[in-house]
Each structure stands twice: as C-alpha cells, then as structure tokens.
C-alpha cells in the first residue's frame, strides 16, 4: 500500500492473531511494526488496506466472530482501532 510516492506499507495477520506489518520511507530501511495485540483477527482472515488521501489510510481485517475491525490513521495522528460491523 502507497499512500504518498515515497511511502510504502505492508501489512499481514501475525502467527498470534496481531495485525502486523512493515514500512518504509524512501530511502529509509523498513521498519516492523505490531499495530494491535494478539488475538484480534482470525488466523484465517484476509487483510486489506485502502487510502483515501495521501493522509489518511484504512487496514481491515475478520475478527473471530466474524465480524470486520479496523485501524487507521489521519496524517501523523497515531493509528486508531475501530470496530465496522
């Protein structure tokens, strides 16, 4: 995921259930990242992200319930965890 030129993200379910991933600014060497803590998503969970302004980016994954979660950032805000459906 790119949300500016020289960003790039990657992100993926972690072993424990964690969405994960990994980032990198140009020339800068890239960075791990744990984004939640264990046992949010299922192991089986497709994981998608979406940016909607150079600002703003969105990851979604399947809990295990079923239902959809979610972080996201605005700009240099940290990034937030929200619930979907």
Known sequence: MSHSPNHM????????????????????????????????????????????SPNHMEVLWTMLDGSVDGIYHNGSDPWQRHHYA
């Open 9 to 52: 993200e990657v992100f993926w379910v972690g072993p424990s259930g964690s969405i994960e991933g990994a980032y990198h600014n140009g020339s800068d060497p890239w960075q791990r990242h744990h984004y939640t803590e264990a046992g949010v998503a299922s192991p089986t969970s497709a994981i998608t992200s979406v940016s909607h």
